[in-house]
Structure formats: C-alpha cells, structure tokens
C-alpha cells in the first residue's frame, strides 16, 4: 500500500472518531467496544493532580488497526439498515455508542463503565438505575471481552462478541461458563471446533504424517494442543511440533531448519498473522517451497500475506475461514462514509453552509478499498451483522412488533430482559443457531489459495464445514476444484511409509510412531483385502490364500488321478500285466497235455494265472478320486488276491517237497498231497485273509480323507486306513506266507531235476519279500498321492516278478524249444544210460536227503540188479524176476 494513501487513511480515522466515542440517537441504544487503534497513551502519574483521561495513539500508522475500524463500520451500516426497514422493528430507532478501547484491557473498563453511565463526569449520586444502552458489540481480543462482561455482568446486559482474533480455549472455557456470564453470547464459534476440524481434514486427504507449528502465546499454543489430541484420534502422525513468538527470531529459524530437513510434505499453521508473516518471510528467504500449508482462519485469507514472493510458498493451501456473507450495499457504504470523511467531499451537490465540495471524478475509489483486506470477503464483518441482527430480533419479540401495527413503544425493556433467542433468520436469509453456551455452532469455508487469470491471488472456497451436521457429513469439499502446491492437480503425498497393498500388513519401526511401518507379507495361508491392514486373517481350513495374499481360495485336492502323468504310465503297466497274464494263461490252455504243463500242476498254474490277473487289475482301484467304496475295496482286494497268489505258490511248492520225498516208485505219500488236498489249502489260506478282512470292514472300515496336514496349501484325498492294526495284519499274513513259501522253496532248490521248479519259486519270493520289505519305509515316507503310487509300484512289481519268475522260462521252452517239452527230457531219461552197457547213470548227490529221492534211488537199484533181469524183454517175465530178485535180498536180511 502507498505510504501516501496510508496516511489519508489514518486521517480519515481520526476525522471519524475525532474522540475515542461515535454515537448516533434513537429509542433503543447498542453499545460497540473496538480496539481502532492498538496502543494506549498514558500520561505519568504525579499523584498530586488528578490523572488524566487515558487516550489512544492516534498518529502512529503502525499501531491503527484498519480492521476493528471496519467492524465498527459494519456495527453502524447494520444499524441503519434495521432503522430503514419495514418488517423489523418498524416504528423503532435504534442508536449507538461505540467507544475506542485502544486495545488496552485499562480502557476496556473505562468503556464498559462509559457504556453503562455515560462518559460525562460527574459528582454526586445521579445514577437513574437505568443503562444507557440495552446490548453490548464485544470486543476482538479474549482477555478485553473478559473484563467487559464481567463489568456489565451484574446488570445482565447482554453481550455479544462477533469477532475473536485471540479466540483460545482456556478463555473461551471461561466465557462459556453460563453461571458467570448468563448474558454472553457469540456469533463466532470456539476454535476447538477448528482445531478439530482441522484434523478431521488432514486426515480426509490421507496425510498421515504432517509437521505442526503454532505461535508460542495461548492462543497457538492451546490450539494446537487440541489439533495434537484430535489427530491421534484421527490416526494422524505429527513428525515435529515447533513454536515460536514474533519476538524471537532465533527460534524461528530453528523452526525453518527443522521445517528444511523434514520429510514430511504437509505443514499444519496455527499461527497468528504476525507470526505467520514472519515464517512466510524467511521460508522465501530459504527458497524452501512446494509444502501443502494447512492454515487456520486467522491468517488463511489475509490479503497482506501476499506478497510477489508468497504465493511459491503459500500457494495451493487449505484452510478454514469465517463463512463469507453477501452484505448488500456494505462495499458502497464503507467506501462512500470514508471517502467524504477523509476528503471533506460530496457525491451530492455542493453545500455552502457545510463547506463541502463534490469528489473529483479522476479520484479512483477502487483504490480505496485496498485499505481493508475483508470488505469484498465481508468473513469477520459478517459476524458483527449478525451480532446487531440478533440483538434487533430480541427487541422485536419483546417490544411484540408487527408489520401492520408497528412495535408497542409503551413496553418498558430493561437490558436483561433482551435475551437472544436460541434460533433467528436475518435480513438476507442467513440462520443463527446459539447452543447451550451461548455460541453459534462452527460453520467454516474451505478455502484454496489459488492464481487467477490475471496472475492475482485468489482465496477461492473449495468445500464448507459444518458442526451441526451430523458425523460423516460435516465436510463437504470439492476436491476437483483444488489447486495444489506449485499449481498440481494431483493431491501430494505426506506419509511416513508407503500404504500397504492388499495382501500385506504393517509392522511398526521399533522408536517410531505409528505411521511409520514396514510392508510384511502375509504367511502363507493368511490374507489381508484391505490397504494399510494391521494384521493378516487366516483362511478356513478348506481355503488357502493365493499368490498375493488378497484371497482365500478353495484348496487344491490332490489325488492319484487317471489324468495325471503318473496314473496314465501305472494303469499302462496295470494292464500290461494283464495282457501278458492272458498271454500265458491262453499259451498254457493251448499246451494243456504236453508234460511240461501237466508237470507242473496245470491246476495250480491256472489258479496262479487267475490269481495274478486279480493282483494287476487290483492296482486300478488305488487310482481315482476315493471313495467310500473305492477306499474298502482297494485294501480287501489287495489283501485276499496277493492271499490267493501266494497260496498257489506255496501249493506248487509242497507238490515239488511230496514229489522228491518220494523214494520209491511204489510210494503213496503224494495221495497226502493230491489235487484235492492242495485246493484245500488254497482255500483255507485264502479264506483266513478273507475273515481278517471281513473283520477289518466291520471294526473300523477304510474311509477317504481330507489330509490338511501334510500341506499346508492343499488338501491330500486320500483313504485313511481306518484301523491301522487290521492293515498290518492284512500286510503281516502276506508276508508269513511269502516267508514260509521261500522257505520251503530255497530247502528244494537243488533237488535233482531238469526242470525243477523250486529254484524258479525261490527267486520269485525272494524278489517278492525284497520289494516288501522295501515297501514299509516307503509307504510311510511318501507324501500325498507318492504314497498310493508308492503302493501300486509294489503291488506291481511283486505281480510282474511272480510272473516273470516261474512262467516265462516255461513259455520260453512251450514256444521257443519245443524239443524239450518231452516226458523223458522231465524225467532225465534222454541221455541216462551208457551206449554199450544196460546201466542207468546215477546222478550225484550231496546229501542224505537226496540219496532218497526217485531220481538217484531208482537208477541205483536198476543198476543192482542181474544183468540177466534187466536184459528180460517181457514185462510179464521180468516182472517175476524182478519179485524173485526182491525175495533173496530180502531173505539175505534175514
């Protein structure tokens, strides 16, 4: 502002409160108290005269406050427009005294006691009992309003604060107490609704991790401690909390050096405009920009804030300002009243008796209006209308005024009896609401520091908050109308760690506050669907989270499938045994009388055939979803076919045992052991493993299972055994007779034959009991569905190995060498005697055991005998011989 235009204003200050009191008549009297200048002049006290009135310093440009000179304006231009008006209080004059209490709490008592009596000075009891005025229009300052009510308390005269530059809560604490001021009131509310609000904003943006400064007086310093309060409710972080006083510029550049090496982007200023002022100056003295500035309404639309290097600094901030009120006419007013004040000019013709003469028409009056930084946002001002507004609608229920008939002048109002109803609508359809304590509720605009078009700086509202408005609707804010800092549309980022995505959950820095934390994955099996999750939930147990930790999804249910690699290649070779069984039962069926298959107990052949068949096609039923049924039949099968296999085996080698025990040819042992005898056995061995198994289904059955043990991430389907007891005895009888076959076979493995079978049954158990025993450690090792696969390999390869053992070297002679698929090949008879002698030759034994058997007695008693016996011809003769030959010997015995 031109120092020149600075100093009409001063002028035309003083040319309107010539004295520290402006006054106007009418039927009804509203006092104003307004510090118009901010510092007091008092004479030095001689205490030998009477002291002299206290007076402001009204030459100073520094300490005139162009503001309070503006609500007093408000305070007049509102009473004249209510004098004017038709409906409201029409045939009532409302007057005014306002006083200049030069921001001194010594001046403030001065006015209250002038308010009340008069400023006339006076000696005797002339008090009429009766104010002078029925409302007062408090003051600015907290500390003054406080003097002032108490002063006019005691004779109930309402007082009303429109304004409060220094609105802190302890004082505010104070004023709301109903039983020591019943006649206060405001039209401004408390800064804890701002305090609050503030961080109910910080935190509607997600800022989360904010630095806050505040004046070091009671107004920043309580302030902020209710913001600090409500943003841990809010689950806002404060990285640095720093404060400083206008007077003390070391602290403020501490204050800027924290604000420099700082990471967090969002700055929250409770600040008053001094102050403000001065952390703007050095911030764009440090170049330090680009911060988000979250201002209170003390300092948010201040016009001498800016400056051609604030906005860098201060541009793009939010904050709460007073509601800006659409005053008709006031502009006009206020430019008008002080220009014919300042200027001793008229917009009317010229009056000789008044000396006046007519505003030159080059004096721009725009330029005027730079003086006062809230006529065109008319925020502060809005209030003091209010206030008078609210003091004109008591008198007007009082005085039961109506248009028609005008207000009853007879009614006698006292100033207690002018108490503001709880809820008034104004001239221009704005409400009042005074709660309990006699405030308005806190309604406060949103607004955005913002370049305009012409490159000027704009306080544009964004959004309004609302306290009466219930939770959740209090805010209502346009964000895409906000312009950040550095003119971004996109909203900053002030956080101390990054959210963390769905999927994760936080853990907290060791030291640090809350919002400051690590990303962790969820473990496995644990998910979080939501950001910045403080914890991880755990699936159910049929569900397992997927690959990013953000759903549960069903199991995988893994089984031994048909589909699958593995169960194609097992069912491959399941069948394959098959094929090859049939091929050898049908090779056998079509060689049924040549002596190889009658040598070897074709019965017990067919049945083993059968028998291995079963065991192959058993495997198939380890394969595939389990089931009820599938998991009792894979077992019993398994148990009675092996059973029934085995049984066949050990009944081919008792056969070979009978068959060499024999010593002569004449011996009946074998009708012990005839074919009746071995199908019985089989039978009975059989139907043993069929009770063990009978009693198995009955006890405990198998049953399919969902194993979530094993793997955490999927489910195993698998047969449970039920009864683990019953399927080591199904598994415990295989083995003994498995054992007792191989025992018996490896005792006839040298027995002489050329064909003999026991060697072919030895190794065939042998490889049978290896892969067994081999099973067990197996079996229980094996994971999931490798556990089945584990079992089906060795069903498979015992099956494979009985067959490959005892009848492929017999398909190899049936198809291969067929010359010696002959009786006397089996019997050893092709090459057993001497060409020039009738002898036999004797095969050579090791053992007693082997000395009685047919194949080494028979030709040893053939040789024994007479050469003339065995030269004999006929069977008739030589058989009388042979009984004679018997009778000597056994006469030489005796």
Same mark, same amino acid.
């Given at each position: 502002?031109?120092?020149?235009?600075?100093?009409?204003?001063?002028?035309?200050?003083?040319?309107?409160?010539?004295?520290?009191?402006?006054?106007?008549?009418?039927?009804?009297?509203?006092?104003?108290?307004?510090?118009?200048?901010?510092?007091?002049?008092?004479?030095?006290?001689?205490?030998?005269?009477?002291?002299?009135?206290?007076?402001?310093?009204?030459?100073?440009?520094?300490?005139?406050?162009?503001?309070?000179?503006?609500?007093?304006?408000?305070?007049?231009?509102?009473?004249?427009?209510?004098?004017?008006?038709?409906? &409201?209080?029409?045939?009532?004059?409302?007057?005014?005294?306002?006083? /200049?209490?030069?921001?001194?709490?010594?001046?403030?008592?001065?006015?209250?006691?002038?308010? +009340?009596?008069? /400023?006339?000075?006076?000696?005797?009891?002339?008090?009429?009992?009766?104010?002078?005025?029925?409302?007062?229009?408090?003051?600015?300052?907290?500390?003054?309003?406080?003097?002032?009510?108490?002063?006019?308390?005691?004779?109930?005269?309402?007082? #009303?604060?429109?304004?409060?530059?220094?609105?802190?809560?302890? +004082?505010?604490?104070?004023?709301?107490?109903?039983?020591?001021? *019943?006649?206060?009131?405001?039209?401004?509310?408390?800064?804890?609704?701002?305090?609050?609000?503030?961080?109910?904003?910080?935190?509607?943006?997600?800022?989360?991790?904010?630095?806050?400064?505040?004046?070091?007086? /009671?107004?920043?310093?309580?302030?902020?401690?209710?913001?600090?309060?409500?943003?841990?409710?809010?689950?806002?972080?404060?990285?640095?909390?720093?404060? =400083?006083?206008?007077?003390?510029?070391?602290?403020?550049?501490?204050? #800027?050096?924290?604000?420099?090496?700082?990471?967090?982007?969002?700055?929250?200023?409770?600040?008053?405009?001094?102050?403000?002022?001065?952390?703007?100056?050095?911030?764009?003295?440090?170049?330090?920009?680009?911060?988000?500035?979250?201002?209170?309404?003390?300092?948010?639309?201040?016009?001498?804030?800016?400056?051609?290097?604030?906005?860098?600094?201060?541009?793009?901030?939010?904050?709460?300002?007073?509601?800006?009120?659409?005053?008709?006419? =006031?502009?006009?007013?206020?430019?008008?009243?002080?220009?014919?004040?300042?200027?001793?000019?008229?917009?009317?013709?010229?009056?000789?008796?008044?000396?006046?003469?007519?505003?030159?028409?080059?004096?721009?009056?725009?330029?005027?209006? /730079?003086?006062?930084?809230?006529?065109?946002?008319?925020?502060?001002?809005?209030?003091?209308?209010?206030?008078?507004?609210?003091?004109?609608?008591?008198?007007?229920?009082?005085?039961?005024?109506?248009?028609?008939?005008?207000?009853?002048?007879?009614?006698?109002? $006292?100033?207690?009896?002018?108490? &503001?109803?709880?809820?008034?609508?104004?001239?221009?359809?704005?409400?009042?609401?005074?709660?309990?304590?006699?405030?308005?509720?806190?309604?406060?605009?949103?607004?955005?520091?913002?370049?305009?078009?012409?490159?000027?700086?704009?306080?544009?509202?964004?959004?309004?908050?609302?306290?009466?408005?219930?939770?959740?609707?209090?805010?209502?804010?346009?964000?895409?109308?906000?312009?950040?800092?550095?003119?971004?549309?996109?909203?900053?980022?002030?956080?101390?760690?990054?959210?963390?995505?769905?999927?994760?959950?936080?853990?907290?820095?060791?030291?640090?506050?809350?919002?400051?934390?690590?990303?962790?994955?969820?473990?496995?099996?644990?998910?979080?669907?939501?950001?910045?999750?403080?914890?991880?939930?755990?699936?159910?147990?049929?569900?397992?989270?997927?690959?990013?930790?953000?759903?549960?999804?069903?199991?995988?249910?893994?089984?031994?499938?048909?589909?699958?690699? +593995?169960?194609?290649?097992? #069912?491959?070779? $399941?069948?394959?045994?098959?094929?090859?069984?049939?091929?050898?039962?049908?090779?056998?069926?079509?060689?049924?009388?040549? *002596?190889?298959?009658?040598?070897?107990?074709?019965?017990?052949?067919?049945?083993?055939? =059968?028998?291995?068949?079963?065991?192959?096609?058993?495997?198939?039923? =380890?394969?595939?979803?389990?089931?009820?049924?599938?998991?009792?039949?894979?077992?019993?099968?398994?148990?009675?076919?092996?059973?029934?296999?085995?049984?066949?085996?050990?009944?081919?080698?008792?056969?070979?045992? +009978?068959?060499?025990?024999?010593?002569?040819?004449?011996?009946?042992?074998?009708?012990?052991?005839?074919?009746?005898?071995?199908?019985?056995?089989?039978?009975?061995?059989?139907?043993?493993?069929?009770?063990?198994?009978?009693?198995?289904?009955?006890?405990?059955?198998?049953?399919?299972?969902?194993?979530?043990?094993?793997?955490?991430?999927?489910?195993?389907?698998?047969?449970?055994?039920?009864?683990?007891?019953?399927?080591?005895?199904?598994?415990?009888?295989?083995?003994?007779?498995?054992?007792?076959?191989?025992?018996?076979?490896?005792?006839?493995?040298?027995?002489?034959?050329?064909?003999?079978?026991?060697?072919?049954?030895?190794?065939?158990? &042998?490889?049978?009991?290896?892969?067994?025993?081999?099973?067990? *450690?197996?079996?229980?090792?094996?994971?999931?569905?490798?556990?089945?696969?584990?079992?089906?390999?060795?069903?498979?390869?015992? $099956?494979?190995?009985?067959?490959?053992?005892?009848?492929?070297?017999?398909?190899?002679?049936? #198809?291969?060498?067929?010359? &010696?698929?002959?009786?006397?090949?089996?019997?050893?008879?092709?090459?057993?005697?001497?060409?020039?002698?009738?002898?036999?030759?004797?095969?050579?034994?090791?053992?007693?055991?082997?000395?009685?058997?047919?194949?080494?007695?028979? *030709?040893?008693?053939?040789?024994?005998?007479?050469?003339?016996?065995?030269?004999?011809? $006929?069977?008739?003769?030589?058989?009388?011989?042979?009984?004679?030959?018997?009778?000597?010997?056994?006469?030489?015995?005796?």
């Amino acid at each position: 502002m031109p120092l020149v235009l600075l100093r009409l204003i001063v002028l035309g200050l003083v040319a309107t409160f010539g004295a520290e009191e402006e006054t106007a008549q009418g039927d009804f009297t509203i006092g104003g108290a307004f510090s118009i200048h901010s510092k007091i002049t008092q004479q030095p006290l001689s205490f030998t005269d009477t002291p002299a009135p206290l007076t402001c310093s009204r030459y100073d440009v520094v300490i005139v406050n162009l503001r309070e000179f503006r609500f007093a304006q408000t305070m007049i231009f509102a009473i004249e427009e209510i004098n004017r008006s038709d409906f &409201l209080l029409p045939n009532v004059s409302i007057g005014y005294r306002i006083y /200049d209490n030069c921001g001194s709490t010594l001046s403030s008592v001065h006015t209250s006691m002038a308010l +009340m009596n008069g /400023d006339e000075r006076t000696v005797g009891k002339t008090c009429s009992g009766q104010s002078a005025i029925h409302a007062i229009i408090g003051e600015s300052e907290s500390s003054s309003t406080i003097v002032l009510a108490r002063t006019t308390g005691p004779f109930k005269i309402p007082v #009303v604060r429109g304004i409060s530059e220094y609105n802190v809560q302890c +004082m505010w604490s104070t004023l709301i107490s109903r039983k020591q001021f *019943p006649s206060f009131f405001r039209t401004i509310a408390s800064d804890l609704y701002q305090s609050r609000a503030l961080a109910q904003l910080v935190k509607h943006f997600g800022w989360n991790w904010v630095g806050a400064i505040n004046s070091d007086s /009671d107004y920043g310093n309580n302030g902020m401690a209710i913001f600090l309060a409500a943003a841990q409710e809010e689950g806002v972080c404060v990285e640095y909390t720093e404060k =400083f006083h206008r007077t003390e510029p070391e602290k403020l550049l501490k204050v #800027v050096e924290v604000i420099r090496k700082s990471t967090a982007r969002v700055i929250v200023g409770f600040l008053a405009h001094v102050e403000m002022n001065n952390l703007l100056e050095q911030l764009s003295l440090h170049n330090i920009t680009g911060l988000q500035f979250i201002g209170v309404e003390a300092w948010i639309t201040a016009d001498s804030l800016v400056t051609p290097t604030s906005f860098s600094v201060l541009g793009g901030s939010l904050g709460f300002a007073v509601q800006k009120a659409n005053i008709s006419g =006031f502009t006009a007013f206020v430019i008008k009243e002080f220009w014919e004040k300042a200027f001793q000019c008229t917009e009317a013709n010229v009056d000789s008796v008044t000396g006046t003469t007519p505003c030159k028409e080059i004096m721009d009056l725009i330029e005027l209006k /730079d003086y006062n930084d809230d006529v065109a946002e008319l925020r502060y001002s809005s209030n003091i209308y209010k206030a008078i507004y609210a003091v004109a609608h008591s008198l007007h229920r009082i005085l039961k005024c109506s248009e028609y008939l005008g207000c009853d002048k007879t009614v006698k109002v $006292s100033p207690w009896q002018v108490k &503001l109803i709880h809820y008034l609508k104004i001239f221009n359809g704005d409400q009042v609401w005074f709660d309990s304590t006699g405030a308005t509720v806190a309604r406060y605009e949103v607004v955005n520091w913002q370049r305009g078009s012409d490159g000027s700086v704009r306080f544009k509202p964004v959004g309004y908050y609302d306290a009466s408005l219930p939770p959740g609707q209090r805010f209502v804010l346009r964000t895409e109308d906000i312009r950040w800092p550095g003119g971004n549309t996109e909203l900053p980022v002030s956080v101390c760690s990054e959210s963390c995505p769905p999927g994760t959950h936080k853990a907290l820095q060791k030291g640090k506050p809350v919002c400051c934390y690590d990303c962790i994955p969820c473990a496995d099996g644990e998910i979080s669907n939501t950001t910045d999750s403080n914890g991880c939930t755990k699936c159910r147990e049929e569900y397992w989270s997927n690959q990013k930790r953000d759903t549960c999804v069903l199991k995988n249910v893994e089984f031994l499938s048909y589909s699958e690699v +593995m169960g194609k290649v097992l #069912v491959f070779f $399941s069948l394959f045994g098959v094929l090859l069984t049939l091929i050898v039962s049908t090779l056998f069926l079509i060689n049924k009388d040549t *002596p190889l298959v009658k040598a070897n107990n074709s019965e017990l052949s067919f049945l083993l055939l =059968f028998s291995l068949t079963l065991c192959f096609l058993c495997s198939l039923t =380890f394969i595939g979803r389990p089931s009820d049924w599938s998991c009792m039949l894979r077992h019993t099968a398994f148990g009675i076919t092996f059973v029934l296999c085995i049984s066949c085996v050990l009944g081919k080698t008792i056969v070979v045992l +009978m068959a060499f025990r024999a010593t002569l040819p004449g011996s009946n042992v074998m009708k012990w052991f005839g074919p009746a005898q071995q199908r019985l056995s089989v039978l009975a061995f059989t139907l043993i493993q069929v009770v063990i198994c009978i009693l198995w289904l009955t006890v405990n059955p198998p049953f399919p299972f969902k194993n979530m043990e094993y793997y955490k991430e999927k489910i195993i389907l698998e047969c449970a055994l039920g009864s683990p007891i019953w399927f080591w005895a199904v598994l415990g009888y295989i083995g003994l007779l498995a054992m007792l076959c191989f025992i018996l076979a490896f005792l006839a493995r040298k027995l002489p034959d050329n064909f003999n079978e026991a060697k072919l049954i030895t190794f065939s158990m &042998l490889i049978f009991c290896a892969v067994w025993i081999t099973f067990i *450690p197996a079996y229980v090792s094996s994971p999931g569905k490798f556990t089945v696969a584990v079992e089906i390999f060795a069903i498979l390869a015992s $099956s494979y190995g009985l067959l490959f053992c005892i009848f492929v070297p017999k398909c190899f002679i049936i #198809v291969l060498k067929p010359e &010696l698929n002959t009786k006397k090949h089996l019997m050893g008879k092709t090459h057993s005697r001497h060409s020039t002698h009738p002898y036999f030759i004797v095969p050579s034994v090791n053992k007693s055991f082997g000395r009685r058997s047919f194949m080494f007695k028979a *030709p040893t008693d053939w040789n024994n005998l007479p050469s003339n016996t065995r030269s004999i011809s $006929s069977f008739g003769i030589f058989m009388s011989s042979l009984s004679s030959h018997f009778k000597v010997a056994c006469s030489c015995f005796h």
